[in-house]
């Protein structure tokens, strides 16, 4: 009787184990670690590898580019990809920020750090976590003029809920969809294993989205990706002669792939740049094309 209450409890802890190896957990910040970036169960957050592959996806693959090489739109140099801030608002002055398309933007006030960390270039992003209220505020092509804020675009989330956008609406992205969530950082790199998709652009989109994304920004030519479209690095890929660093990212693009959030280069996978990335390591990452690629049927992926 003895043995068997041993073995008896062996499997349970054996399943126990088991069962949670399969969670998959919401990642974090450095500086707000209480607040997920999203929960477990939203899409940015969940595996796709054993997802089907999509009906389209060959003809998709190659409306972005077969040939075209993956590219880190992101490094060592702080003046490249897109900075995030982590704020808290009982240390931080809130703003009120006029927007070009007010009426797809959410207008509340906005705890702007006095010198926020901000993307370069034309789209100008400026993204900041309120860790006090576990809240994502995201301004698109965002400039200060004496005194006040201005912005092409803004949205906000909720980081502890998986509610979307209104559909039609944009956010400070293209796509209709949170930044963040998307960006390859150090602090995960250096941990050894991102625990979502990844955020990447394509040269030309068509008119029309699908889940999670709640907009586009596109032509009429249907042959074309829409914006939210996932794809990820086939399994056959063999990625063992990469650096740690470049390991890292193509594991995630392989485990959790990536969304198509806004129209650029094509392969331009986003992230934050920091000075520990070596450089030399990630450009290794311009071996994959769009030919390694397949896109992933998320049509019965949705939030929760």
Not at 96 to 115: C, L
Not at 117 to 136: F, M, N, S, Y
């Amino acid at each position: 009787m003895r043995l068997h209450r041993l073995v008896l409890l062996a499997v349970c802890l054996l399943t126990a184990a088991t069962a949670g190896a399969a969670v998959n957990r919401a990642p974090t910040l450095p500086g707000a670690r209480k607040c997920p970036i999203f929960p477990a169960s939203n899409v940015w957050n969940r595996p796709v590898a054993d997802l089907p592959v999509a009906a389209d996806s060959a003809a998709m693959i190659s409306a972005i580019g077969l040939d075209a090489p993956v590219h880190p739109d992101f490094g060592s140099f702080l003046g490249y990809g897109i900075p995030y801030n982590v704020v808290s608002t009982t240390k931080v002055h809130k703003v009120h920020v006029s927007f070009d398309y007010a009426d797809e933007s959410d207008k509340v006030a906005y705890p702007m750090p006095a010198h926020p960390r901000q993307e370069g270039g034309g789209d100008a992003h400026v993204l900041i976590v309120d860790k006090t209220a576990c809240r994502l505020y995201e301004l698109y092509a965002a400039h200060e003029s004496g005194g006040a804020w201005k912005a092409g675009s803004g949205a906000v989330w909720n980081l502890r809920s998986n509610h979307l956008r209104p559909d039609s609406w944009t956010s400070a992205d293209a796509a209709g969809l949170p930044i963040l969530p998307g960006l390859v950082r150090y602090d995960e790199v250096a941990a050894g294993v991102i625990r979502h998709a990844l955020r990447f652009t394509a040269s030309r989109t068509t008119k029309a989205h699908i889940y999670p994304a709640r907009h586009d920004a596109g032509d009429s030519d249907a042959s074309l990706p829409p914006m939210g479209l996932r794809v990820r690095l086939k399994a056959s890929v063999d990625i063992s002669g990469y650096g740690k660093q470049a390991r890292v990212v193509l594991q995630a693009l392989k485990t959790y792939g990536m969304i198509l959030a806004d129209n650029g280069s094509p392969w331009y996978i986003s992230g934050a740049s920091n000075k520990h990335f070596d450089d030399d390591v990630l450009h290794a990452l311009g071996k994959i094309t769009g030919a390694d690629f397949e896109v992933v049927d998320t049509s019965h992926l949705r939030n929760g």
